[in-house]
C-alpha cells in the first residue's frame, strides 16, 4: 500500500504570514505513517526553517507543483488558489480555514477540480472537537495581540505607579464580546495591571467575566441570550435591544480608556458597537482596538491595518490578527490539523475516515459537486 502523502503550501494571502504544519506535526504524520512534502520557505515567516522540516522527516519540494504532485490531503492556512492544486490525487482532501461565504468562488472552482474541501472554520463546537477548533486557537491569541497592540499606540501606562515623581492611574479597559478573544483580551489586560469592565449579548459570560476579576456591564432592561444559544454563538439582537445596548455603552465609554471590541455574528457581518458620537465621547489619547475590523467591523471609521485618529482617539484593527503571532499561531493551527486528521487515523487504511457527525459538518464540496447545505441553501 503506497502511503499516503499529505502537501503543505507556503501561504500566499497577503498579510499571511504562517504555515499549516510544523515540524512537530510533520512528525507526529510519519509517525502514523504518512509522507509529508513541505514547499521551500513555508514556515519562514512563522520562524521555521526549512531544515527543521528535514530533520522531522519531511520532503522539501521546490515549488508548490512538486509538493502537490500525488498528494492524498492538502494542508493550508488559507485555502489555495485552485490552480494551485492541479497534480493532486483524484479526490485529494484540502483542509484549510477556506472562508466558504466569502470565497464561494473558491469553492465553486475546488468541486469543479475533483477536490473535497473541508473547511476547518465549520468545526462543530463539541467537546470531542475542541482541539480541532481553529477558531479558538487563533481567537485566544488575537485577543492577547489587540491588546498588546492597543497598549503599543497608548501614550500612557497600563498599571497604576506610585512613583517619586508621582502617582499615575491604572488604565481603564472595556472589552465588548466576551468569546474566545474577548477572555484573553481581559485576561492580558488584567495580567498588565488595567481595570477591566466587559459586556456580552449572552449573559452565560457574566459569570466569566467575574471569574478574571474584571466588571460586568449589562444591558438589563431587555433580555439578551440567555443560555449557551445556538452552538454557543450569538444571533443578531432585536432594535430594542440595540438601542439599550448604544445607551448602555455611551454612559460607560466616556470613561474608559482602551476598548477592545471582538463581536462577531457567524455568517453575518459584525454587529456596529460604536458609532461615530461615541467616539467622539471619549478622551483624547484613547485607543480602540477594532478585531472584528475584516468581518465589517464593531467601530464606525475602523479601517483594516491603519490606525486612524477619529476626534484625537486612536483607533486600529488588523486584517490577519492571528499572522502577527505567526509562530505561536502556526503551532496551534497545526496541532488542531494534526489532532483532526488523527483523531479520524483508520489503521488498515492508512488514512484518516471521517464520521457524519463531524465530516458532514465540516466537507464543502465532494465528487465533483458542492455538498454543505449552508452553501445550497
Ligand atoms: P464569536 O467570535 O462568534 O463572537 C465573539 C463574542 O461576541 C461572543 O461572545 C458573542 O456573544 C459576542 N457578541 C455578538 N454580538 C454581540 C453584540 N451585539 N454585543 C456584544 N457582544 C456580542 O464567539 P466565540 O469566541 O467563537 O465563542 C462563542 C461561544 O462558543 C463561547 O461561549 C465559547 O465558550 C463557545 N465555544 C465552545 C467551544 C466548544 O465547546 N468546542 C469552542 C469554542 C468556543
Redesign the pocket.
Known sequence: MASLRIAVLRERGAGERRVAATPETVRKFVALGAEVAIERGAGLEASIPDADYASAGAQVAGSAVEAVRSADIVLGVQGPDPGRLTGANPGAWLVASLDPFARRDRIDAYAAAGIEALAMEFMP???R??SM?I??SQ?NLSGYKAVIDAAGVYGRAFPMMMTAAGTISAARVFV???????LQAIATARRLGAQVSA????S??KEQILSLGAKPIFVESVAG?EG?GS????TE?SAEYQAA?AELVSAHIAKQDIVIT?????GKPA?R?ISDAQIASMKPGSVIFDLAVAQGGNVEGSVADQVVDLHGVKVLGWSNTPAALAADASALFARNLYNFLSAFWDKDQGRPVLDAEIGDAVRLTQGGKVVHERLLG
Open positions: 463546537r463539541i467537546t472537537a475542541q477548533d477558531l479558538s481567537s465588548m464580546g466576551v468569546g474566545v478573544a474577548g459586556t456580552d449579548v449572552r452565560a459570560t441570550i449557551e452552538g454557543g454563538y450569538a439582537m445596548q471582538t463581536a462577531l455574528i457567524p454587529p458597537l
